[in-house]
């Protein structure tokens, strides 16, 4: 079975700075896919950003960015240029190939003016 | 619809009835998930369908707990005499066949909010 774990149950940030969230994973599976996803107070699960396993290079999409080793089973986002709107609980999640899903316990993070 | 539709989006109902929550996937996606969270806390595996294949259910917290997904498509997720300790947000996510360019990536519900008195 997979795990995802997320050490950091909350984290803060001054606004306009840089922040990085933790994750590592166990798995036997070769090829599989990981995410980070926002959830505001509104609930609604946002998708940040998406890894394939089997790329090398790190995904981004404008301030978020992956750090993905592979080997070390670990799957950082990082925010640059944090911004207010970013306050949120930050999920970590694997997806196999087999479709089954893992999420980790997720981290409140907060941005503070 | 664009997105994973669920309803109701509120539901308050007494300890002891039966409540039914509805997913209505992405056209086209094969899989769906139920997950349960709690205030504060992260989310919880239901139970995981896949095309016509047999679902996974090992994430039902009790036999109160079923879910159907007729046709492929619409899931029901049905709680039986309810507790209290049953209210929480239940996500229903669906994820497009593997192979495609936006495969295996969840879209979630906005969720369906379950309070038990």
């Not at chain 1, 990085?20 to 505001?40: A, R």
């Not at chain 1, 950003?49 to 790190?58: F, L, S």
């Not at chain 2, 707990?65 to 899931?75: L, N, P």
């Not at chain 2, 209210?87 to 593997?98: E, G, K």
């Amino acid at each position: 079975a997979q795990t995802v774990t997320q050490s950091q149950p909350e984290m803060s940030v001054q606004e306009a700075e840089t922040v990085t969230l933790s994750c590592t994973y166990d798995t036997s599976e070769s090829n599989y896919y990981l995410f980070w996803y926002k959830q505001p107070p509104s609930r609604q699960m946002i998708l940040v950003i998406r890894q394939e396993a089997y790329k090398q290079q790190n995904a981004t999409e404008n301030r978020f960015s992956v750090n993905f080793q592979k080997a070390a089973k670990s799957f950082s986002l990082k925010i640059s240029d944090s911004q207010l709107g970013d306050t949120a609980m930050y999920f970590c999640a694997f997806l196999g190939n087999a479709g089954k899903s893992t999420f980790g316990d997720g981290t409140t993070l907060t941005v503070k003016p | 619809g664009a997105g994973v539709s669920q309803s109701p989006s509120n539901k308050v109902t007494e300890k002891g009835k039966d409540v039914e929550l509805r997913c209505d996937p992405i056209s086209g996606h094969t899989a769906l998930y139920w997950y349960r969270q709690s205030l504060g806390q992260g989310l919880e595996f239901l139970i995981y369908f896949q095309g016509n294949s047999a679902p996974d259910k090992s994430g039902l917290p009790s036999d109160r707990f079923s879910a159907e997904r007729t046709g492929g498509s619409v899931s029901t997720l049905t709680i039986q005499r309810t507790q209290q300790e049953d209210s929480a947000v239940y996500l229903c996510a669906s994820s497009p066949p593997t192979g495609l360019p936006s495969g295996n990536t969840i879209y979630f519900g906005e969720g369906s909010w379950l309070t038990v008195v």
